[in-house]
């Protein structure tokens, strides 16, 4: 009976320990990346500065939000002169607008166990535009990892005009730890 009271007090301990907590995104463990095809070839970079908040409850998704932003200015493509052009008013005018910002509007249940749906504000710019991503959420280290996907049009963000060459859409990955 005792070893039945303790098993499930160490249950319910653990789902409060996860319950409605605000966590804070990490820099190390996480990774914001975005691909696009540039002459029918596909390249990417990532942006670090990771920042923010979110709160999560498997339990309550309606009590749960995510508000993260990332530093224009970081954006790694590999190519150091690529990367500085990319910074310039053309592209993502890091000097006017330095970070890129990620505020969830609403978060659903998906109908795959461990899964969820989120709808999202993204502002790029100055420019907010809506997008929607499916993403797991897996307790790890006293937090959580989320990871998911989209897709947005670079030029609905007015990143770089009209190209022959650079494709509109860009997949973004996003896996983030958050932690207590």
């Not at 923010?52 to 990332?70: E, H, M, Q, R, W």
């Not at 502002?123 to 797991?136: A, D, M, N, Q, R």
């Not at 963000?157 to 022959?164: L, M």
């Amino acid at each position: 009976m005792n070893k039945l009271i303790i098993t499930l007090l160490c249950i319910f301990s653990s789902v409060i320990s996860f319950s409605q907590q605000t966590f804070t995104p990490a820099d190390a463990g996480s990774k914001v990346h975005f691909t696009i095809k540039n002459f029918a070839i596909k390249t990417g970079g990532d942006f670090k500065g990771l920042k923010g908040t979110i709160t999560f409850d498997p339990l309550k998704l309606t009590a749960s939000n995510f508000a993260v932003t990332v530093e224009a200015a970081t954006i790694d493509t590999d190519s150091e002169m690529r990367d500085e052009h990319l910074k310039e008013d053309e592209y993502f005018d890091v000097a006017k607008y330095p970070v890129i910002s990620f505020k969830s509007t609403k978060i659903t249940k998906s109908s795959s166990a461990g899964r969820y749906y989120m709808f999202a504000n993204l502002t790029i710019k100055g420019i907010t535009k809506p997008v929607e991503l499916g993403f797991s959420a897996t307790p790890k280290d006293g937090g959580y990892f989320f990871e998911g996907e989209f897709e947005i049009n670079r030029r609905d963000f007015t990143v770089g005009d009209k190209s022959i060459s650079l494709q509109d859409k860009v997949k973004i990955s996003l896996k983030v730890f958050a932690k207590k």
